[in-house]
Structures are given as structure tokens and as C-alpha cells.
């Protein structure tokens, strides 16, 4: 995989205003609620904003060209994307139009009113000609553009046309997340992402009977939309239902929805969109960003409000999907499956820069138990322990080598200094330390006692251990 390169977003920006509040009774006035506003009260990147700020989210770095009014909500836009990292922006500032706010008022994170400032009227020709000569001033600077198209003016479909012309002859992949029902527009986009009602909507002209069930109707309303429009493929969203993706030279296949709960909807288009550009910016192939996207987008409806995902709750969740790495919650499960008769083995460690002396451990302690749970610790744990430039392999790699040794049955990951929690939550038959440990310093030892467990000390290999391993390769550097 490449390192990825800039990624370049136009489209519609958005002020998200927040306002937190109670509510105990009804309005004497009017048959409503009175919020009383608390200090709960924030400003967050929406529209194409919260498209670039989920893809500084996932590693990588964003150009955004946009419009601004002449008010006091631009100034704030330009002061948040100052803040977040990897983030750059030329916003133009349209005297004649407003900046774009959408307030909501919240209750127990419930929205009940949301007010909207906007202009939905075109830009000028002249706001056109200025985006145009920030394109091709950046176009170099990236290797995929994104449209996000809110339908709030930005997008003119003269503008869209040219842009697209401009992605082509630079051989740049555009993507466009779409807003308005003439598809026509968008042709010659690489990839376009409609949501299931905008793909509906887009194809009713087409002539297209929607009388089938939804996976064959996306097949056949992609395939169309494809011939007609030159779309190298259509990722159409599903809700609840996944993603759908139907290709130009007729691969078609559905990822079903990752979302464990669904607690708001909002956003998750900008998050898909903000994946898959990231993904494809980086090299990986379509249908493996889909992948990654739709994880991203299973993760974003579980959150308040317009929300980002970070690479690192994609990892984390990677790493839950590995069957052989538990939760400490899940743990406790597990364990019930288990009858009195078989023996519970617990180890736990570093395993940094793994080597035989650890190979020849982990098979020994599994010899003498039928179910062995590693506890390993945490990146943060091991800088506690041994210092900021530790561990040398980070967890997730840590996590991916050890489950795939069969000697290993579960891996759960600590962030304490000792797993002594972990231990008592899964009171083991035996705990297992090397022989450079005596019995009594092995932690765990006096509890274990309180449900009859018993610590084994097993040999270990002369001269095989991390710190050797680190000093030889300090020695062959210099």
C-alpha cells in the first residue's frame, strides 16, 4: 500500500451548532417544550466539512475549497479548520450569500427543533471561475477529488461539469456523493455514492420498473445508471441494509450494515465517502475500501450528531473481529462455556519483538491446560513500564502475530501496569510466569488461592529474551 496523497474536497459547507439543554415542561404559550440551554454549546465542520475532517481522521490529508458569507459564522468555519490537523482550506467568501448553519436543539441527546440559515440560490459565475483556479492551482498537490454536493448552491452543475472535465484530463479518480436528481450532471465521475431513495429518484426518469427486490433492483438501476452516465461503478448505500456496489464491467457485491446500534443517522454518507476516498488515495482496491468504509459507517451511526471515525476505532474493530481477541466483557462469556472440568490457563506479557524463548513458553503453558487466555499489554502499558520508546511492534501487530500461533486460545488486552483486574475477573486454574520469577512475586498469586488456582513456573531459553534482542541490533546499527 502507498502512502497516500492529498485529497482534494469541494462541495457545500456547513456550520453544525449545537445547543444542550433540559426539559420539564410545556410552553404556557404554545403547546411546546421549553429547552432551558445549558453550557453544552459547540460548533462542528458539517456538509463537505465533515467529509474533509473524517478523512484527516483516517490518517490522511485534506484540501477543502468552499464558499463562506461575509458573517460572523465564517470567521468560526475558518477557525475550526485551523485547529484540525492535516486539514487545509481556501474558503472564498461570497459577500451576497450567508454561511451556511443548521442549529439543533438537543435534549438527552435527542434533537427536538432544528433551525436552518442558508442560501440555496447558485453561486456566481464569477465564485465558479475562482474555484476553478484553486483546482487547478492544487490539482497537482492530489490523486483523488471529492464532490460533496449538500445542494446548497456550491455545486452548479456548470461547475460540476467543469470539474469533472478538469479530473480527466489530469487522470485524477473523482468521487461524487450526490444531491440532485438529474444524474446527467455527474457523468464521466469515476465513482458515485447515492444513498438507495437518491438512486430511486435519479433512475424514475430512466423508465425503470422499481418492482423487484432491493438487491436485483440496485443491480439493475446500477447497470443503467452506468451505461448512460460512464460511472466506473455506483456505491449505493442501504441504511441499515450495507452497501451495494455494481462495477462497469459488471461485478456486483453487498457488504451487510457493520453497525452494532444505530443512535444517529447523520453523517454516515461523509463518513462512507471520506473512507473510500482515503482508501483509494492510499491504493488499496475498490472493493477493499469498500470494506474499510463500511465499517466506518457501522461505527459513525452509533455516535451523536455529525461525528468522525478514527483509523483507530477501525483497527479496534479489526481486532474484535479476530475471534481469538475478547473484550474484558466478553471474557466472563466465554468462560461459561467452559464445565469444571477443563483447566484454565492464564499468561500475560509484553510479547515485544517476539522470539523462540517465547515460542517455546506459550507452547509449554498450553500443554498444561485445555483453554490458555493471554493478557497482553497495551501500547500505553508497555511505555509505563519500559520507557516511551516501547513497545518496538505496536499492539495491533502484536495482537495479529500471537492469534495466529494455535497454542494461543484467547488474547484480551490490559491497559494497567498488572493484570491483576484481569485475573480475578477470570479467576484461572493455573497462572503461568518463567522461571526467573519465584512463585510469590508472580502476580496473582495470593488470590489465586481464594479459588484454589495454582502458579506453574516454566523454563525458559538461555539468552532469548526482547532487551538482548534490542541491544544486538543497537550493537549491528552502530
Given amino acids: 500500500m502507498k502512502e497516500s496523497e492529498k485529497i482534494l474536497c469541494i462541495g457545500d459547507l456547513i456550520l453544525d451548532h449545537y445547543v444542550h439543554g433540559d426539559i420539564d415542561r410545556i410552553s404556557p404559550e404554545a403547546p411546546i417544550p421549553i429547552l432551558k440551554a445549558n453550557d453544552k454549546n459547540y460548533n462542528i465542520l458539517g456538509g463537505c466539512g465533515n467529509v474533509a475532517r473524517n478523512i484527516c481522521s483516517a490518517n490522511n490529508k ?22 484540525i490537523k492535516n486539514l487545509t482550506s481556501n474558503l472564498i467568501v461570497d459577500p451576497v450569500r450567508c454561511t451556511t448553519k443548521k442549529t439543533r436543539y438537543v435534549c438527552e441527546n435527542q434533537q427536538i427543533l432544528r433551525v436552518d440559515r442558508e442560501m440555496e440560490n447558485p453561486i456566481s459565475t464569477a465564485i465558479e471561475l475562482k474555484i476553478i483556479k484553486l483546482l487547478k492551482k492544487r490539482i497537482n498537490d492530489c490523486n483523488v477529488i471529492v464532490l460533496s454536493d449538500y445542494n446548497k448552491g456550491v455545486l452548479t452543475n456548470n461547475l460540476i461539469k467543469r470539474i469533472i472535465k478538469i479530473a480527466k484530463d489530469y487522470k485524477k479518480i473523482l468521487i461524487v456523493d450526490p444531491k440532485k436528481k438529474d444524474f446527467s450532471v455527474y457523468a464521466g465521475a469515476t465513482f458515485i455514492t447515492p444513498n438507495l431513495k437518491e438512486l430511486k429518484a435519479a433512475t424514475n426518469t430512466l423508465g425503470i420498473s422499481t418492482k423487484s427486490n432491493e438487491n436485483g433492483l440496485v443491480l439493475k438501476l446500477s447497470k443503467k445508471i452506468i451505461n448512460k452516465f460512464d460511472f466506473k461503478a455506483v456505491i449505493t448505500t442501504r441504511s441499515s441494509n450495507g452497501i451495494s456496489v455494481v462495477t462497469d464491467v459488471g461485478n456486483f457485491f453487498h457488504l451487510p450494515s457493520e453497525a452494532k446500534e444505530v443512535f444517529d443517522v447523520s453523517g454516515a454518507g461523509d463518513t462512507v465517502l471520506a473512507y473510500l476516498s482515503s482508501s483509494i488515495s492510499k491504493g488499496e482496491s475498490l472493493e477493499s475500501s469498500i470494506k474499510i468504509s463500511n465499517v466506518a459507517a457501522g461505527l459513525a451511526v452509533a455516535k451523536f450528531g455529525t461525528s468522525v471515525v478514527s483509523i483507530d476505532e477501525i483497527e479496534n474493530t479489526k481486532q474484535i473481529k479476530n475471534n481469538k481477541v475478547v473484550t474484558h466483557q466478553d471474557i466472563s462469556k466465554i468462560l461459561r462455556d467452559y464445565d469444571g472440568e477443563k483447566i484454565i490457563g492464564f499468561t500475560n506479557g509484553c510479547f515485544d519483538l517476539l522470539h523462540t524463548g517465547h515460542i517455546s513458553y506459550l507452547k ?81 498469586f495470593y488470590e489465586s488461592k481464594k479459588w484454589r488456582g495454582k502458579v506453574i513456573l516454566i523454563d525458559f531459553v538461555e539468552n532469548k529474551s526482547t532487551t538482548n534482542l534490542i541491544e544486538r541490533i543497537k550493537i549491528s546499527v552502530t
Fill in 62 to 83: 485534506c484540501h477543502l475549497i468552499s464558499i463562506v458569507g461575509k458573517d460572523d459564522d465564517g470567521l468560526r468555519l475558518k477557525e475550526i479548520i485551523r485547529r
Fill in 364 to 444: 509449554s503453558a498450553k500443554q498444561k491446560c485445555d483453554l490458555l487466555i493471554l493478557g497482553l499489554n497495551s501500547d500505553e502499558s508497555i511505555k509505563k513500564l519500559k520507557g516511551k520508546n516501547r513497545p518496538i511492534v505496536e499492539q495491533k501487530d502484536r495482537v495479529e502475530i500471537l492469534s495466529s500461533f494455535p497454542f494461543v486460545d484467547k488474547i484480551v488486552v490490559f491497559e494497567e501496569a498488572t493484570p491483576i483486574k484481569l485475573i480475578k475477573k477470570i479467576k484461572p486454574n493455573v497462572i503461568f510466569k518463567g522461571k526467573d520469577y519465584k512463585k510469590k512475586d508472580v502476580v496473582g
